[in-house]
């Protein structure tokens, strides 16, 4: 059996504790050894089972970030189609250029990060701002679609988080 190292992966660390573990199994004079085998193993497998739960939480936030992102940039192309309505498809005109002063498409482009944010909140300020337009263009699904994006990147932060102090805590042991 190889030496155990902490420079060897957390699955065969398990691997090796495992088979030391069976070949300990009614050993009377390895008693001693095999209950501390058995502890390292169950504390082990025990932090693994929460890294490796931690990391599936991540995977599926990411998954549900990059769908609702895709949400956000339909409900601003909404948007962006109902004030080119309201201006008659004028994209030089004044009130369009001070809502959309960057092209929309452009704008939502990349993976939801800080400058996507403050665009689309910079987007549903300049509405609210000119009555008329908030009137007619209705911003309701853009401002709930962009919260919904803002709480998975806040949650993304979290859980990154918490699986490096995970992967560290394996590290440790």
């Known amino acids: 059996m190889a030496d155990l190292t902490v420079e060897m992966g957390v699955m065969l660390v398990l691997v090796n504790l495992r088979v030391l573990k069976l070949q300990l199994t009614g050993q ?6 095999y209950n501390d085998i058995c502890g390292h193993l169950d504390a082990l497998t025990a932090e693994q089972s929460v890294y490796q739960g931690l990391w599936d939480q991540q995977v599926a936030n990411t ?8 949400v956000l940039g339909g409900e601003m192309s909404k948007v ?11 994209r ?3 009130r369009y250029v001070a809502i959309f002063p960057e092209n929309p498409s452009e704008a939502m482009k990349g993976a939801p990060d800080d400058a996507q944010a403050a665009y689309v909140l910079g987007v549903l300020g300049a ?3 000119d009555v008329d ?4 263009v209705s911003t309701t699904e853009l401002r709930v679609a962009a919260e919904v994006v803002e709480t998975l ?5 979290v859980l990154a988080a918490q699986v490096n102090e995970a992967r560290g805590r394996l590290k440790a042991k």
């Open 80 to 90: 962006n189609r109902r004030v080119l309505v309201e201006v008659s498809g004028d």
């Open 127 to 129: 509405i609210a701002a």
């Open 63 to 70: 998954a549900e970030l990059g769908y609702a992102d895709s």
């Open 92 to 94: 030089s005109d004044p």
């Open 133 to 136: 337009m908030a009137a007619a």
């Open 153 to 157: 990147r806040d949650r993304r932060g």
């Open 28 to 33: 009377p004079k390895a008693a001693e050894v």
